[in-house]
Each structure stands twice: as C-alpha cells, then as structure tokens.
C-alpha cells in the first residue's frame, strides 16, 4: 500500500475495530460522507464485515469516495452479503512474491520447495513459518468461521489433498481415504478454492470427439504450504514430489503475469488418452503456446514428446513449444526452445514468453 500512503485506513483485523463496525456498519457511512470526493479509503479484511459493502456502495455512489478492498476470502463475503459491486469494482489477484521482485535470486536451486510467501522467502527457518502459517489456516479460517463441522476430516482431506498436488483429481480415491463422503471433498475443494489456497487446472480439448483425459488437477497456490500441508516438510522432497513442486512454482508465475499483466487467458494442461502429457498451455492472441515443466538438471529427449504431439495436433496454427528445467544452459531441442528456469522466468517477465 505504499502508494497510498495518505489514505484513510480500516484494519478489521483489529478485533476492536471489526466488532465497532459490526454492530453499527453504518458508522462507515457516517465517518466518511463528509470526506471529499476522490479520496482514497482501505479496508483491510473487508470480509470480515462483509455489511460493510453496503456503506461502500453508498459512498461510491453518492460521495465518489474511492476503496480499496483486500481481502482473503471470498467466501465469507459471498455468506456475508448479497452486494459484491459489481460493476463497480475492479477486481485484482494478488500472489505471492514472484521471482520479479526478488530479482531472479533464487539462492540454491532447490529454495522454491518452500515456497514464495514473503515470510517464508526471507526467514532463515522457513519450515516454522509454514507449518504456523497453515495451522492458522485450520484454526482461524475454518474453525473459527464454522465453514465445516468435522474438522479431524478436513485435516485428513488437506494432507491427502497436499500430496496428490499437481496430479490428475480423483475425488473418489480421495474420499476414500480421508474417510468422508464424495460430496464433501467436493465441497472440501470448493474452500480451498474460496479461501484462495488452490485453484483448478482444467484440460484442454484440442477437437470434439478425441478421446483425452477430462479430470482437472488440483494445485496450491504456493509450493510450501503444499509440502507443510502434506506432512513432509521436515524431510527432503522426493523425486517424484520434486516434479509436483516445480509444476507448482512455475504455474505461480504464470498465473501472475498473466494476471499482473492484465492478459488474464485461461490456463490449461492437456493428456491425450494414451498419457502423453503437456504440463501448461495456452490460448493467445498471438497463437498457441504449450510449455512443458521439468525439475531435472538433464533435458531428455523423452520431454519432447507431447510438445511434439501438439504441433501435430495444431498443424495449420501457431504454436510455440518451451521446455523449462533446473538445468543451467539453454537449447534448441527438435524445434522446442528449453531453458534453465531462471532465464525462462526473466523472459517471461520481459514479455517475451506469452503475449
């Protein structure tokens, strides 16, 4: 909030302040009309008085009074009250840090495997932060605020859900072993999505009638809540973990620059009925661009395989093929430009990889 410096400030995550505003939302209203017109007002956690929107709305409406409104659950606003501003609001994402504004500093090659949140990217014990981080998120955001009645079963469903990160969805596998109902993992998933802790990534059809894998995958939205929530932060990261965690850390950028840059396409993976996979892909207005993840220092002919099947697929369209590992040169490999992450990242931020 730098750039807003002078403006006017509501923290409802001051228990006083939230209650105050709670039982008298219209104190808003009274505190601000006076104000004059174009004046910058932030209400932090607007979701935790979601009858605020209503004072806003009038503010706007009859005192061009300008808000921002942050918040982390959209949830508890849509529970909490019937008007969202549509139409008058901008609605903007923000993410964790991203390798941007660290300046493509990673540290050792291995430092995404806890993640991007600023805490946990600065601290020298990284592992205390998440796992403080996430048993918040059970206490506060979903005991606190009543989202489900058995706990011990939500807890069960993230650690599952966690180490099936990255991969294809089965939601009855999952139900299964966290011991509750189908419906309700649906409805688990439906607040990791409202609550911003993960999103879905749907596959891509390339025609009617081919046969391809239809499940989405379900990723979290940064790579060291997914490992605290999993259970396996104390220990080193599996290979095929590794593989999940890299996916994680690179959608996380994309899906900010794509956002931050206010291109906003949809993000697809795509399997082919015979498993043959592309881990990222996209819709632009300058053509197609498929882009295959990989956490290893090699690049092997194999990766090619479904960047390859792609172009076949797409033969009178533009297609542009990356390969993206943890290696330190960059090639050209059977048409497909593959590069070390960071210069993938630095290109990408630049504009240069999806326009």
Request: aromatic share 12%; hydrophobic share 40%.
């Amino acid at each position: 909030m730098s750039h807003f410096k002078d403006a006017m400030r509501y923290d409802l995550l001051d228990s006083s302040e939230s209650l105050r505003l709670a039982r008298q939302p219209d104190l808003l209203y009274q505190e601000l009309k006076a104000t004059a017109p174009g004046t910058w007002v932030v209400i932090d956690e607007i979701q935790k008085v979601p009858a605020l929107l209503n004072e806003v709305h009038r503010l706007i409406e009859n005192h061009q009074i300008k808000f921002i409104l942050s918040g982390s659950s959209a949830r508890k606003l849509k529970r909490g009250g019937d008007n969202l501003l549509a139409g008058r609001a901008l609605v903007t994402s923000f993410f964790p840090l991203v390798s941007a504004e660290v300046n493509f500093e990673f540290g050792d090659s291995d430092r995404y495997i806890y993640g991007m949140l600023p805490k946990a990217f600065l601290s020298l014990k990284p592992q205390s932060f998440l796992r403080s981080y996430t048993q918040t998120y059970l206490k506060e955001e979903i005991q606190t605020e009543a989202l489900i009645r058995n706990i011990g079963g939500f807890a069960r469903f993230l650690e599952i859900a966690a180490r099936q990160n990255g991969q294809t969805t089965n939601v009855s596998n999952i139900a299964r072993d966290a011991q509750v109902a189908r419906q309700t993992v649906q409805g688990y998933f439906d607040i990791l999505i409202d609550t911003l802790l993960g999103f879905w990534l749907p596959t891509w059809k390339l025609k009617p009638g081919v046969k391809q894998v239809s499940h989405p995958k379900f990723y979290f939205f940064d790579a060291g809540v997914c490992r605290a929530l999993s259970g396996r932060l104390p220990f080193p990261p599996l290979p095929e973990e590794k593989g999940a965690l890299f996916e994680t850390w690179i959608l996380h950028e994309i899906r900010a620059y794509l956002s931050y840059s206010d291109l906003h396409y949809p993000v697809y993976y795509w399997s082919s009925h015979d498993q043959v996979e592309v881990d990222v892909f996209l819709e632009t207005t300058k053509g197609f661009v498929a882009i295959e993840l990989k956490s290893t220092l090699e690049w092997q002919k194999s990766f090619n395989l479904g960047l390859i099947r792609m172009k076949e697929e797409l033969p009178r369209h533009s297609v542009t093929t990356i390969g993206v590992y943890c290696g330190k040169r960059a090639m050209e490999y059977e048409g497909i430009q593959v590069f070390p992450y960071a210069e993938f990242l630095k290109k990408l931020w630049a504009g240069e990889m999806i326009r």
